[in-house]
């Protein structure tokens, strides 16, 4: 038996290791078997990953969605017009990501990162996956720090917290982007960084968001992150996730972050349209069985991070868009079940000037009184269960012609109340207003005052707080703490604003 040197074994590794490596390349190419609707199919790719990116011999981007026995099914984020069967595909072994960074601060940007607001490239720090694992239950600590929307309504009954997740609900045009609107405007100078997903809107309606932000100088701490609803399904199904990735930037770089999913509704449209498009089974409402895995993994990675990871946080306000108030449909459901509570915006009460339109009955947050100051607490604890009175003694006494005064009086503080939760679009206000009003509500100072007038006495009063005792302010704002001392300190300040009738017209 002849005897192998050494040599020869080398040079039979390196033939095999060459001839391996060919073979290995060549199953990385594969080719186009069906292209359509944003979606490709593709024989020869063995071992590509769900979420892997595939490029086409044209440049055209494409993402891994389904992986089969013998082919792998892809979304494209182009125009698929100069793709056609055959088309050659590449793997590149690398899993969809999106750049962020400080630079994308105040801009306007696609689904994919790029800038669409016409001021030039945006310069990365890092990129990161669109799809990344939420925070674990031993990275995160309890939601206990207020985020303040400066919506009196929910800041009072409903309060978020950072790291909350709180969906606003409600039929269309019942005013769902203007609650998040308010809610970004409101974080001027409070180091909290705001990204906004618009998902399926009109290129026009967002272009009208930007420049409201703009006039209210909300711009330079917020990103905008649009799919607009000429955008392909797969472009829009992708924006959510890719803001999320920016969103976590912040977060894990210590940062407090608000993130508005506008809409989720018009998200799962567009990944039912994904799934039928790639044979999937559909299940109610034509929706794939994992429609509900769609916004978990969405909407988990919020959270407010443990103190050993830097303390950050992303809190998500979710908006879904219901059909005729009903909250029992498919997606609603789903989405209520995920989050800590909701803001559910009603027609009627819109439609009868009660904006915000906010449903005391079906609204609530889960994280309550935890996500509130001490002040705000103390004064909005009863806030809730009178306004439920009203709507009740409302319905029962509409009917009867004969009231006792005790019921009388409750009814008139009821629509005092509601007045006082009247807001213009906008303006958002500060936690010390906020307890000032609730504090002259609750001891009815206002129920002297004609419903009609109740708004333009609490703005007067508001001023009058200002200019003749802005230590009050001052105090609230520095200790967060309403004491008995303060509380009576407002009460008497607020008696002799309602005493004088120069003012109080």
């Known amino acids: 038996m002849n005897q192998i040197s050494s040599k020869q074994i080398v040079a039979l590794l390196r033939s095999e290791i060459a001839n391996y490596e060919i073979e290995k390349k060549n199953h990385d190419i594969g080719s186009v078997k069906y292209v359509g609707d944003g979606i490709a199919v593709i024989n020869g790719l063995d071992h590509a990953m769900y979420g892997e990116i595939v490029v086409f011999e044209n ?6 969605q389904d992986v089969r026995r013998n082919e792998i099914g892809c979304i494209l984020f182009d125009l698929e017009g100069s793709i056609k069967e055959g088309t050659k595909v590449t793997r590149t072994e690398k899993m969809a990501s999106v750049p962020v960074g400080e630079g994308f601060m105040g801009r306007v940007i696609n689904a994919l990162g790029d800038p669409i607001d016409g001021m030039g490239e945006i ?8 799809e990344r694992p939420a925070p674990g239950i031993i990275d995160r600590q309890s939601v206990c720090q207020p985020l303040e929307t400066g919506i009196l309504s929910i800041d009072s009954m409903f309060p978020i917290g950072k790291g909350q997740r709180e969906l606003i609900i409600g039929d269309r045009q019942t ?27 009109k290129a026009s309606t967002v272009a009208k968001l930007v420049n409201t932000l703009k006039t209210h100088g909300a711009m330079d701490h917020t990103i905008v992150v649009t799919a607009n609803a000429s955008d392909p399904a797969p472009v829009q199904y992708i924006a ?12 894990y770089a210590g940062k407090d972050v608000l993130i508005v999913y506008d809409d989720l509704s018009k998200h799962a449209a567009a990944y039912r349209e994904i799934s039928l498009l ?49 909250v029992s449909a498919y997606i609603p459901t789903n989405v209520i079940s995920i989050t800590d509570g909701q803001i559910y915006l009603e027609s009627g009460l819109f439609f009868s000037g009660m904006r915000p339109a906010v449903n005391v009955g079906l609204s609530v947050s889960r994280v309550g009184g935890a996500a509130q100051t001490k002040a705000m607490k103390k004064v909005s604890g009863s806030i809730r269960i009178d306004l439920a009175q009203y709507r009740e ?110 003012l109080v017209k």
């Open 123 to 130: 310069k990365a720090d890092d990129y990161y996956p669109v």
């Open 175 to 201: 005013g769902k982007t203007s609650i998040a609107t308010d809610t970004i405007i409101n974080q001027n100078g409070k180091g909290v960084i705001c990204v906004y997903v618009a998902i399926g809107q």
């Open 393 to 502: 003694m409302e319905i029962f006494t509409q009917f009867a012609s004969d009231l006792d005064e005790s019921t009388q009086n409750q009814l008139r503080y009821g629509k005092g109340l509601m007045e006082l939760l009247k807001q213009p679009l906008s303006h958002p206000m500060s936690m010390p207003h906020q307890v000032i009003t609730l504090v002259a509500a609750t001891e009815k100072l206002f129920m002297r005052i004609p419903v009609n007038k109740i708004k333009k006495a609490q703005m007067a009063m508001l001023e009058y707080f200002k200019t003749y005792a802005p230590e009050i302010e001052r105090k609230l704002n520095d200790t967060k703490e309403l004491t008995p001392e303060l509380k009576n300190k407002i009460v008497e300040t607020a008696k002799k604003f309602f005493a004088n009738p120069t």
């Open 240 to 251: 959510p996730y890719a803001g999320a990735a920016i969103a976590e930037y912040f977060m």
């Open 278 to 326: 790639l044979e999937r089974s559909p299940g109610r409402e034509a929706y794939p069985g994992d429609v509900f895995y769609l916004h978990s993994r969405l909407l988990e990675r919020s959270a407010k991070l443990s103190d050993a990871l830097g303390g950050g946080s992303i809190t998500a306000l979710p908006v879904i868009e219901t059909q005729s108030g009903d």
């Open 59 to 64: 440049g055209v981007k494409g993402m891994v």
